[in-house]
């Protein structure tokens, strides 16, 4: 790709006029693991152009924000971070570049200008493929640069990447959503719904397997919607590439590759769980059964108001039917406290749903107005106090589900990917379980990025004893 091509050529004059010196790189990611795996894009291009990673930000000459803007409490993060790094802007020059999700939003740039003059660069989730670019322009006539667009950016290939974990990668799939729902800001941050090419995927994936990777996880926000854009004619068609032309095509072949031994994939969204991805899971036998199966509310109401497009009802019948067909399945989900307009029945509901499921993992959210979304225009919001009491109720059931779920475990044989030392106690081994459950046991060295077997012996809160069995 020309593009990139171009991008490459960046990176060898950013590297060219760091010649001789070590400079360095300090990236905080916020949000989600899209946001995480930009930010693996991110090091992976300023590596290349001469830069190493720190994790102390005082170290750093260069400081990469990546943004989310999903929920308020991140934006409060960014400023308090803006606010610390004003010292060092001043003291020692440091570059300062702002990229993600939030740099979308007109109205936080203006702020950022407004408050903060002395960030360097802001781009947005469509130009990342361009910061070698930016960041040249940046160093070599000392600029201030803007570079955000409004229209869906290319996924582009061939970017260098720089990954967190050598067990563990995350690939993306799709970007963009075109669900809108009523509380979410993503479809105006993110663009429409774009897949990248089968052949791509599946040749980054056969890549970390001979490299080593162990796991995989597929990311977009909306991954049962992989390739529908481009069957529905909305986008250009891609060549035939082994007969993958849909989410669950996709995963029976993923299954397929050679050294990968655990697949997992997030988030779907409940309306689009077709028979062909339940059977797919089930007959994948590398293909973790915990699915994240986002709920957002318990109320058919509410689900309504919030634009889900299924009901309490139907989502029960969905989970039923996936239970039936996949042994072993466990779920976890998403769920939004104090939606506008929510009543003390609808939340009822939700607990309702939450006792009938029973999740292995829940993770709680309060109602968050974003400006630009439906949601954020509608009349009946909640008060703090009334969604803070519902989440701390939520919380409390969530809470004796998950000490019930973890006794289940307690005399069971679990497969459990090693990902090193516990961070607590150095002497001991900590991995997961196929439900991504964190087990703890006593075991050598070679034990480590491998899958092995292990009896459950007893449960915490956090995580599972476990004792090794050899084989
Ligand atoms: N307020 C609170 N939670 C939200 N989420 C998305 N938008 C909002 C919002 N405005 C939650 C949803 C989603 C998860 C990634 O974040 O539960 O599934
Ligand atoms: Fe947001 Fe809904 Fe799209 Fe998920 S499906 S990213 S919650 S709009």
Same mark, same amino acid.
């Given at each position: 790709m020309q593009e990139i091509e171009e991008q490459k050529r960046y990176m060898k004059e950013v590297k060219k006029i760091n010649e *001789? $010196? #070590?400079?360095?790189?300090?990236i905080l990611t916020m949000g989600c693991q899209l946001n995480e795996n930009d930010s693996e894009k991110l090091s992976g291009m300023l590596e290349e152009m001469g830069y190493s990673k720190v994790e102390e930000e005082k170290e750093a000459d260069l400081v990469l924000l990546n943004t989310c803007c999903i929920r308020e409490n991140a934006e409060d993060k960014l400023f308090g971070k803006l606010g610390e790094l004003k010292r060092a802007k001043t003291e020692n020059g440091i570059i300062i570049a702002i990229g993600g999700c939030m740099m979308q939003q007109d109205h936080? $740039?203006?702020k950022i200008k407004k408050s903060y003059p002395f960030v360097d660069l802001i781009f947005g989730t469509h130009t990342l493929h361009k910061f070698p670019e930016d960041l040249y322009q940046v160093l070599n006539e000392k600029e201030k640069i803007k570079d955000v667009l409004d229209i869906d950016g290319e996924i582009y290939e061939g970017l260098p990447i720089k990954r967190d974990s050598k067990i563990k990668a995350s690939v993306t799939i799709m970007n963009g959503c075109n669900n809108f729902c009523s509380y979410c800001i993503v479809p105006y941050v993110r663009g429409r719904e774009r897949s990248r090419n089968p052949k791509d995927i599946? /040749?980054? !994936?056969? %890549?970390?397997?001979?490299?080593g990777y162990k796991e995989i996880t597929l990311l977009g926000q909306n991954v049962n919607s992989y390739l529908r854009s481009e069957k529905e004619g909305l986008r250009p068609k891609f060549e035939e590439y082994e007969g993958i032309h849909s989410f669950a095509t996709l995963l029976r072949k993923v299954n397929e590759i050679k050294g990968i031994e655990r697949i997992r994939f997030i988030s779907?969204?409940?309306?689009?769980? #077709?028979?062909?991805?339940?059977?797919? !899971?089930? =007959? %994948?036998?590398? !293909?973790c059964k915990l699915i994240h199966l986002p709920l957002q509310s318990g109320s058919t109401n509410i689900l309504k108001k919030m634009n889900r497009k299924y009901s309490k009802e139907q989502y029960l019948k969905l989970v039923e039917n996936m239970k039936k067909i996949i042994p072993n399945l466990t779920l976890s989900t998403? !769920? $939004?406290? %104090?939606?506008? *307009?929510?009543?003390? /029945? =609808?939340?009822?509901? #939700?607990? =309702?749903?939450?006792r009938k499921v029973k999740f292995e993992q829940v993770y709680m959210f309060l109602y968050s107005r974003r400006v630009g979304t439906p949601g954020d225009k509608m009349e009946d919001q909640i008060p703090e106090e009334v969604k803070h009491e519902r989440f701390n109720r939520l919380k409390k059931l969530v809470e004796e589900q998950m000490e019930e779920s973890n006794q289940k475990y307690? *005399? #069971? $044989?679990q497969t459990v990917l090693v990902d090193g030392p516990s961070k607590n106690n150095k002497t001991l081994l900590s991995g997961r379980t196929d439900s991504n459950k964190v087990v703890i046991f006593e075991g050598p060295q070679n034990c480590i990025h491998q899958l092995v077997k292990i009896k459950i012996i007893s449960e915490h809160m956090w995580y599972l004893r476990g004792e090794l069995i050899e084989e």
């Open positions: *001789g $010196i #070590t400079k360095k790189y300090y936080m $740039i203006e599946m /040749e980054e !994936i056969v %890549g970390l397997a001979k490299e779907p969204h409940p309306k689009d769980f #077709t028979q062909d991805v339940i059977e797919a !899971i089930r =007959d %994948g036998e590398k !293909i998403d !769920i $939004i406290v %104090g939606f506008p *307009g929510e009543t003390e /029945e =609808d939340f009822e509901d #939700t607990l =309702d749903v939450v307690v *005399g #069971t $044989i």
